[in-house]
């Protein structure tokens, strides 16, 4: 990918809620390939997806916001969905929201290196790879689409560590030697 010249239009990433309010979140579960997902929200935003054991209680979603995140995400699981559509709040320092948003602007089935992103955001590439293992929103903001000098398959905060990104990859269309 060229890091210049991204092929869809920039993610908004809202603010994060401050972590001295109190705010009102939820939680939906998502079965998926890569195992099970709990996705959390505020009112008006995804806050955070993480992997949670399969028997962990979580209630469906109701409808809105959780209720089409696990929608978006069932459909990207059945190939039917190559760009998530939902707003995202993820708490990070402004380096690592560049990094997010940039990671968001990676096409389905594309990658960058960490060094690609590090130029493309005038950052370091070990910078980089912290901001993607930070990364509150795995698979709706693609840290698996980042890859190493080479395209070396390195690092992946999720569960199944490299083994997930590898899957995820491979499920986008991208080859992997």
């Known amino acids: 990918m060229n890091p210049s010249h991204p092929t869809s239009a920039p ?12 705010i009102h979140t939820a939680r939906t ?3 998926s390939p890569v195992g099970r997902l709990a996705v959390e929200a505020t009112e008006e935003a995804i806050i955070a997806v993480h992997w949670i054991d399969d028997a ?7 409808p809105g916001l959780l209720q089409e995140a696990a ?14 559509d939902l707003p995202l709040a ?35 590439a070990r910078a980089v790879g912290y901001a993607c293992g930070s990364n509150p929103i795995p698979v709706i903001i693609p840290c698996h689409r980042v890859l190493g000098a080479g395209n070396r ?4 905060s999720g569960r199944g560590r ?4 590898r899957w995820l990859l491979v499920h986008e269309g991208k080859l992997l030697l």
């Open 11 to 22: 993610t908004v990433l809202r603010p994060a809620p401050p972590t001295d309010a109190d």
């Open 29 to 31: 579960g998502v079965d």
């Open 56 to 62: 962990a209680a979580i209630a469906p979603a109701g």
């Open 71 to 84: 929608r978006q995400l069932d459909a990207y699981f059945a190939r039917r969905l190559t760009t998530f």
């Open 90 to 124: 993820p708490a990070g320092s402004p380096f690592e929201r560049d990094i997010w948003r940039l990671m968001c602007d990676i096409p389905y089935g594309d990658t960058m290196t960490y060094g690609e992103m590090a130029d493309a955001v005038g950052g370091a």
């Open 153 to 156: 398959m390195v690092g992946y």
């Open 162 to 165: 490299v083994e997930t990104k």
